[in-house]
């Protein structure tokens, strides 16, 4: 049961709402005038509000904000018989659960307390509450996740070269500021490039810069990024898009501490550390002559496998969490938590984007929310159905991970355990396939 508060100048629709409200079981309260409502509210603390937006003295706005600021409980429902989209916007600006229009669908009334029910009860059994507190870290306490942490603390501790590798959206470039921010070099400059969205001659131009006259259009001398970087941390993202004349001056630069500008003949000195991130297969690339192994070799000095989403489950809690305060600063919104079966929904879904998707779809839920709860039907629909094997096959339906767990098996038993033929022939990396093994309890057999 909902206790109702309704306010409205003409008579016939209080008398109406009073009815419809009672019969459905909930406690309705009338009034007529903005002043006496805000009496209602301190006294009674409804939990939902309709609104006329053309009251006598008041206007539903001005009553919406006086409401919000008494008992910013109450879900606030803006009523009108005329239909303004100006007032629409400024209503959920203002923190209006809903905006109607006259004549009033009382079944419609009906649904939204019900709604607004739900919400509270959301509310009371969330799985969680926001304790973001603006700070970009990397979030996760499952026992992979600790390993990161102790790779990071290793790496940060000298100027090594770090190749970090992960599928799109798993949080390269926050590993790499970590990477930076507790090392001894924290207060010198991060810079990072995007090495796939340049072409080959403004990549090159854009990391070792260029002289005045070197081409067309340079009327200057141009400082590039590892000039810029100089003591302090270079990031490289998408590492395995280079073109091989940038790679040849990769090589350089982690060799030999130089390399000239374009269009340049002096040598120039610098002392940079460089983390290089890929969602690419390197070791295919180099195979197929596309990344020079020499350079690939110093660039995995120390390897960081960030796992997918999908494989660290038991975080996803902890980052809806993150997200949720990340999205609140920025929308100026105050949710709290999601609701458990919108949580449940998360646990269970793929997240093929990764941690990216998973922000996206929770600051969708943020801006949709009218509670301080985000339910299921502020969030798009997630697919969380198995994928179906062709037809006529034996195993008409297998998890991935099934498949997965075989294929490692049968690959370990291939190479009488020897994991790094069995890397090899599985084209992942040491530490993932240490994973994989601890994650499907295989065991050598004697």
Known sequence: MAKVLIVDDDLDILDLLRLVMTRSGHEALTSMTGKEALGVVAEAKPDVAFLDMRLKNSSGLDLLSDIKRLYPETAVIIMTGYQDMGTAIKAMQGGAFDYVTKPLDTAHLINLVEKVLETRKAESSSVQQSSWQGKKEIIGKSKVMEEIYKLIGVASQNKTTVLIQGETGTGKELMARAIHYYSPQKEKPFIAVNCSALAETLLESELFGHEKGSFTGAIQRHKGKFELANGGTIFLDEIGDIPQIVQAKLLRVLQE???????????????????????????????????????????????????????????????????????????????????????????????????????????????MARGNVILKEHIPELDLSPVPAKSGSVDFIRSLDDIEKEAIEKTLRFTNWNKSKACELLKIPRPRLDRKIKKYGLKRQA
């Open 257 to 367: 501490r130089e390399f000239e500008r374009v269009g340049g003949e002096e040598a120039l000195r610098v002392d940079v550390r460089v983390i290089a991130a890929t969602n690419r297969d390197i070791p295919k690339l180099v195979a197929e002559g596309r990344f020079r192994e020499d350079l690939f070799y110093r660039l995995k000095v120390i390897t960081i496998d960030i796992p997918p989403l999908r494989e660290r489950r038991e975080d996803i809690p902890l980052l809806v969490d993150y997200c949720i305060g990340k999205a609140n600063s920025e929308a100026h919104k105050e949710i709290k938590a999601v609701a458990p079966d919108v949580m449940n929904i998360f646990l269970r879904y793929d997240w093929k984007g990764n941690i990216r998707e998973l922000e996206n779809v929770v600051y969708r839920g943020v801006l």
